[in-house]
């Protein structure tokens, strides 16, 4: 059974800092392309970035270049995503995706606020 878990969200003020964690099971981690996404209330799902299996190759939404970091520990069929200088914008629910081809496996999303 494929689970991608969440977690690390929580509130936390403008200008602050997160690590979300996103762990695998039950699929071959290590050939999956990672991301997270994010989804505010009221607005469409959001891809914020992403790294791919090998070399590990990211990209990342042009709002959180500079800010955000994504990273993978395939020996932990774990993702990261080290979130710093937080705004209120980056509020939502943050979503682990995997994906091959044309497969794709999500998980429950984990809730991030910034807010003073």
């Known amino acids: 059974q494929v689970q991608l878990v969440e977690s690390g969200g929580g509130l936390v003020q403008p200008g602050g800092s997160l690590r979300l964690s996103c762990v695998g099971s039950?699929?071959?981690?290590?050939?999956?392309?990672m991301s997270w996404y994010r989804q505010a209330p009221g607005k469409e799902r959001e891809l914020v970035a992403r790294?791919?299996?090998?070399?590990?190759?990211?990209n990342y939404a042009d709002s959180v270049k500079g800010r955000f970091a994504i990273s993978r520990d395939n020996t932990k069929n774990t993702i990261y995503l080290q979130m710093n200088s937080l705004k209120p914008e980056d509020t939502g629910t943050y979503y682990c995706?995997?994906?091959?081809?044309?497969?794709?496996?999500w998980g429950k999303g984990t809730l991030v606020t910034v807010s003073s």
């Open positions: 039950g699929f071959t981690f290590n050939i999956y392309g």
């Open positions: 790294i791919f299996g090998t070399p590990n190759s990211t």
């Open positions: 995706n995997a994906n091959r081809l044309f497969t794709n496996f």
